[in-house]
T-cell receptor, first 114, second 117 residues
Framework: EPEVTQTPSHQVTQMGQEVILRCVPI?????FYWYRQILGQKVEFLVS????????KSEIFDDQFSVERPDGSNFTLKIRSTKLEDSAMYFC????????????FGDGTRLSIL | AQKVTQAQTEISVVEKEDVTLDCVYE???????LFWYKQPPSGELVFLIR??????QNEISGRYSWNFQKSTSSFNFTITASQVVDSAVYFC??????????????FGGGTRVLVKP
């Protein structure tokens, strides 16, 4: 069964550094998402992406964040200058056409900011 | 704005008992979608079931069943004859059917289920 893959599984970065989290969505999916989950808390929406542009973003997704689909397969989340509070699990998700289609999640990238 | 509430933070049962997870949601949309996801200790998020707002038929899928009550804005989930492998955090999620947006998921706070042998 096709799946969403995320790399790396764990990223340790110094505060203030830039970090790029990578995702390969399911190949025939058109809608892409990033979520984050701070340890022990709920899963929070960051951004949705469709047709090569952001379709919706949350208030968490400020100017330090950006997303890109650099080629036909990858979908990346960049944090320009990381802060301690960016430490979390970041999940990528994708879904097919049709609003009732479930989003399928990758295994996540655990980001630790020192 | 949409909101999902899971009042139960943790449930502990003995294997083979049934466990029901409560979910209450708020939305101003008339068309929306509801989901349950499972997060085992390994951390990934696994899709379990979905329900459209216009379909109130309740169903059973294996050991999973769900009770969707639009009148009370509830979408409860039951695991029948629980097993140790069911131990996980379960999230209820809501997606509004906005064509212009990306149908983001709004998650509840999760319910941790511990199934003891």
């Amino acid at each position: 069964e096709p799946e969403v893959t995320q790399t790396p599984s764990h990223q340790v970065t110094q505060m203030g550094q830039e970090v790029i989290l990578r995702c390969v969505p399911i190949s025939n999916h058109l809608y892409f998402y990033w979520y984050r989950q701070i340890l022990g808390q709920k899963v929070e929406f960051l951004v949705s992406f469709y047709n090569n542009e952001i379709s919706e973003k949350s208030e968490i997704f400020d100017d330090q964040f950006s997303v890109e689909r650099p080629d036909g397969s990858n979908f990346t989340l960049k944090i320009r200058s990381t802060k301690l509070e960016d430490s979390a699990m970041y999940f990528c998700a994708s879904r097919g056409s049709g609003g009732n289609q479930p989003q399928h999640f990758g295994d996540g990238t655990r980001l630790s900011i020192l | 704005a949409q909101k999902v509430t899971q009042a139960q933070t943790e449930i502990s049962v003995v294997e083979k008992e049934d466990v029901t997870l409560d979910c209450v949601y708020e939305t101003r949309d008339t068309t929306y979608y509801l989901f349950w996801y499972k997060q085992p200790p390994s951390g990934e998020l696994v899709f379990l079931i979905r329900r459209n707002s216009f379909d109130e038929q309740n169903e059973i899928s294996g050991r999973y069943s769900w009770n969707f009550q639009k009148s009370t804005s509830s979408f409860n989930f039951t695991i029948t004859a629980s097993q140790v492998v069911d131990s996980a955090v379960y999230f209820c999620a809501l997606s509004e059917a906005k064509r212009a947006a990306g149908n983001k998921l709004t998650f509840g706070g999760g319910t941790r289920v511990l199934v003891k042998p």
